[in-house]
């Protein structure tokens, strides 16, 4: 029998070529632009334009890739009653998996060509905000409101859960996570999409593949994770006390680690530097100390282990306000771009994944009878 070597968690193999994204140590790239440079000077609907039609979109562009979202706002009634059908307690992640699985079966755009799989990228932007809109507001004894035109993506998602405008440093914030979460190259969740793409499959069965895989907690779940951990402390001090225990036992502390950084996560920076200025403005600076209470010893190991982008962006969430279980599929809201992006990478140029396993089962042997066994 022919034995091979596994390499657990495919880690250091290289799965396929991509034009999208490029993770490295020293930079992160969305189509040759650093994150840092679109941080600072785009907003997530350039993001996405940039990451599904292959480009920044001019003036004209923006406006139309703007207007096509808008119109795609608004989920037919029967995904509504769906939603309201669920059980109150089911995680918002599960939620998001079936509404968009099911909104699949009123898609609007139809055909499999480039212009069409684009166009279906845009919608489900659309349809996952509308989701998680629908099912807090439902949860909240509201009834699901109609989209406003000509609103960026994150004022969008602020104004579909709470029914008013939101206040400009909301937005902004809100913006820059979904900028940061956009796209990360061959991730568990996106390498789940693409999988599931390179068997001919559909689009909204990869993206539904794909929120499941990002659910885990090793994976996006660990915002939410992260958040749920700072929660738990009353005092720096409680928390230095609880992470030198936690390091004695090599307990994983959510929202650090990182399959291939291992100088820290660009991400984490910027978004780390955006929420300390919101903290001092919301007067929360007692949460910061909590925060660094569990990162400085993390950091200063003699393996340093660095915060990734969940770490703060669990406490950015939190300042802002919003609820916990929203923090994962607000993440959707965004990855959704990234997702579609390498679905319609790989459907330009396929070949369907089938890697090989490594056998370390029992040894060639004979079936014995039912009644002998
Ligand atoms: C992201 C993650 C899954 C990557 O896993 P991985 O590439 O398989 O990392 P490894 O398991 O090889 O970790 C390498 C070492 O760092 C340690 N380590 C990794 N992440 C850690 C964490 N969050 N807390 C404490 N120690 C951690 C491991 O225990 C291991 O130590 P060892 O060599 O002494 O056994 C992992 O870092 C993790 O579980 N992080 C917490 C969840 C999280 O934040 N996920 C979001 C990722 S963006």
């Not at 809100?174 to 991730?187: I, K, R, W």
């Not at 789940?192 to 001919?200: F, K, N, P, Q, Y």
Request: charged content about 25%.
């Amino acid at each position: 029998m022919t034995t091979f070597v596994a390499n657990p968690g495919l880690e250091g193999i290289v799965a396929s070529d991509t034009d999208i994204c490029c993770v490295d140590q020293g930079k992160l790239l969305y189509r040759g632009y650093t994150i840092s440079d679109l941080a600072e000077h785009v907003d997530f609907s350039e993001v996405a334009h940039l990451l599904i039609y292959g480009d920044l979109p001019n003036k004209d562009q923006l406006a139309s890739f703007q207007q096509l979202l808008d119109s795609y706002h608004g989920l037919p009634r029967p995904i509504i009653e769906m939603i309201r059908s669920l059980p109150k307690d089911a995680p918002m992640m599960d939620v998001l998996r079936s509404g968009v699985s099911m909104a699949g079966h009123f898609d609007p755009t139809k055909g499999e060509s480039l212009d069409d799989l684009r166009k279906r990228s845009v919608w489900l932007l659309a349809v996952s905000s509308d989701v998680v809109a629908a099912r807090f507001r439902l949860l909240n004894g509201k009834e699901p409101v109609r989209p406003k035109s000509g609103l960026s993506h994150a004022a969008q998602i602020l104004y579909m859960a709470h029914g008013t405008e939101p206040d400009e440093t909301s937005t902004r914030l809100l913006d820059l996570t979904l900028v940061l979460y956009a796209e990360h190259e061959f991730n568990a969740s996106t390498f789940t999409a693409r999988v599931i793409g390179s068997t001919t499959s559909d689009m909204v069965s990869a993206v539904t593949g794909a929120i499941g895989a990002l659910k885990g907690p090793l994976h996006g779940g660990a915002n939410e994770r992260a958040m749920e951990l700072i929660s738990r402390f009353k005092s720096a001090e409680e928390a230095a006390t609880w992470v030198q225990e936690a390091l004695a036992r090599k307990e994983r502390v959510m929202g650090f680690g990182h399959r291939v950084y291992k100088n820290g996560d660009h991400r984490a920076h910027i978004l780390e530097c955006e929420m300390r200025k919101l903290a001092e403005q919301k007067g929360r600076m007692d949460m910061v100390a909590i925060y660094d209470a569990i990162k400085d010893p993390i950091v200063g190991k003699e393996r340093p282990i660095y915060p990734n982008v969940d770490y703060p962006c669990g406490l950015t969430y939190y300042l802002l306000d919003l609820p916990l279980d929203l923090y994962t599929p607000l993440f959707v809201c965004s990855r959704m771009s990234g997702w579609c992006a390498h679905f319609i990478e790989q459907s330009q140029n396929n070949r369907i994944y089938r890697p090989l396993s490594s056998y370390v089962g029992p040894k060639e042997r004979s079936v014995t009878a039912v009644a002998q066994r």
